[in-house]
């Protein structure tokens, strides 16, 4: 068995183990208490479940941008942790909070989801991203972000909750978490290819 230290290991693996892996626990735990938390709910979910799943549902493919980015850095032993992390942070910045826009950048995610169409919606009531799966008529609503911590102080208000289809809600997040953890695997298997054996 071979002893590889540290120095064996590109920065780009350094990044996707350690702080990609940390983001990636952190989304699983979001997820992970949102369920909770809707399983323990007498007959709807209330606000918490909404801002956690909100987190989960934005930060699953923000892990995908950084292993696009660790990725392209595969074989590159100058380039420093720090100056990924950068990358990473940078890309991710471009989408924000839009889950929308977040969502329509991986067209394998959206296929692998059957997800039909995703939009943002906003008016006097409500800011949401609505989902429309191939397999059902009505939407899934995503509260945005600021909305759900701000109601009606948010730029745009929400104050409207539509529980009915918080189990597909359920459903869909641990379809995301799988398709992240088949990416992840993969990453991992490319990323080992550059060790120095």
């Not at 329509?104 to 989902?131: G, H, M, Q, T, V």
């Amino acid at each position: 068995m071979s002893n590889l230290g540290i120095n064996n290991y590109t920065p780009a693996y350094l990044v996707f183990t350690s702080d990609l892996g940390f983001l990636l626990r952190t989304t699983k735990n979001y997820k992970r208490d949102a369920l909770i938390i809707r399983n323990d709910a007498d007959i709807t979910s209330g606000p918490t479940f909404y801002l956690l799943t909100s987190l989960a549902f934005e930060l699953f493919p923000k892990v995908l941008i950084g292993y696009q980015v660790c990725l392209k850095y595969q074989n590159d032993r100058i380039i420093t942790d720090k100056k990924i992390r950068d990358e990473i942070s940078d890309e991710m910045q471009k989408y924000k909070h839009s889950i929308d826009k977040i969502y329509l950048a991986f067209p394998d995610l959206i296929k692998a989801l059957d997800i039909k169409s995703i939009s943002s919606f906003n008016n006097d009531f409500a800011w949401e991203y609505r989902i429309k799966l191939n397999t059902i008529d009505n939407h899934v609503a995503i509260k945005n972000i600021e909305a759900i911590r701000y109601g009606s102080f948010a730029r745009n208000k929400d104050v409207a909750t539509f529980c009915a289809s918080d189990h597909i809600l359920a459903d869909l997040i641990d379809k995301i978490e799988k398709y992240v953890e088949d990416e992840k695997i993969k990453t991992d298997a490319q990323l080992r290819k550059a060790f120095i054996c």
